[in-house]
């Protein structure tokens, strides 16, 4: 089963607008860890951010903003005023602690297109 | 600069031959991941390192073959492999294998297999 879903396949926008890639994940554990990842056209999974399921705070770095929200299993990202740079796809993933093994369960990522 | 690195980043290869990927971190970390990413597909763990010894094969093909002489450098070594093993094959690393740990990729090796 799924265990992070990333419902938006793909999102266009022009340049200045903003938008926000929603990430919803499934669990039963009480401690995990979430995560954003950036791939550019090169390949290259580029971290973004990392939360663990005991820090809800909302967190602002420059254009980039995430929103945790433990009640609704959702840890959304928001880029503010897009520009064609942010063009790529983003991928949300979870690591549980419990009995998950090894693996980073990533949802199959949103493409975003930023126009100028 | 990225703190892993992998060779080749492009690769074209018969279903006979043998070539290898070649993966090195520069970040002191003990743990080294192979990822595959298909087209249209989640990434896939394929194998984990923990201080070079491997920790978990996520059943994978045994034509896929993963090396890992110390704690900065892990190989995929690959043989006779099928067209449906075209992929970009990503290496990654973390400080240890716990799950708060966050995991670093490198630009990954792109596989075609003709």
């Known amino acids: 089963a799924q265990k992070v879903t990333q419902a938006q396949t793909e999102i266009s926008v022009v340049e200045k607008e903003d938008v926000t890639l929603d990430c919803v994940y499934e669990t039963r554990d009480t401690t995990y860890y979430l995560f954003w990842y950036k791939q550019p056209p090169s390949g290259e999974l580029v971290f973004l951010i990392r939360r663990n399921s005991f820090d809800e705070q909302n967190e602002i770095s420059g254009r980039y903003s995430w929103n945790f929200q433990k009640s609704t299993s959702s840890f959304n990202f928001t880029i503010t005023a897009s520009q064609v740079v942010d063009s790529a796809v983003y991928f949300c993933?979870?690591?549980?602690?419990?009995?998950?093994?090894?693996?980073?369960?990533f949802g199959k990522g949103t493409s975003l297109l930023v126009t100028p | 600069e990225t703190g892993v690195t992998q060779t080749p980043r492009h690769l074209v290869m018969g279903m006979t031959n043998k070539k290898s990927l070649k993966c090195e971190q520069h970040?002191?970390?003990?743990?080294m991941y192979w990822y595959k990413q298909s087209a249209k597909k989640p990434l896939e763990l394929m194998f984990v390192?923990?201080?070079?010894?491997?920790?978990e094969n996520n059943s994978v093909p045994s034509r896929f073959s993963p090396e890992c002489p110390n704690s900065s450098h892990l190989f995929l070594h690959l043989h006779t492999l099928q067209p449906e093993d075209s992929a970009l094959y990503l290496c990654?690393?973390?400080?240890?294998?716990?799950?708060?740990?966050?995991?670093?990729f490198g630009e990954g090796s792109w596989l075609t297999v003709v």
């Open positions: 990654a690393s973390s400080q240890e294998t716990f799950s708060g740990n966050t995991i670093y």
């Open positions: 970040l002191g970390h003990n743990a």
């Open positions: 390192y923990s201080l070079e010894e491997r920790v």
């Open positions: 993933a979870l690591r549980e602690m419990a009995n998950s093994g090894y693996a980073l369960n």
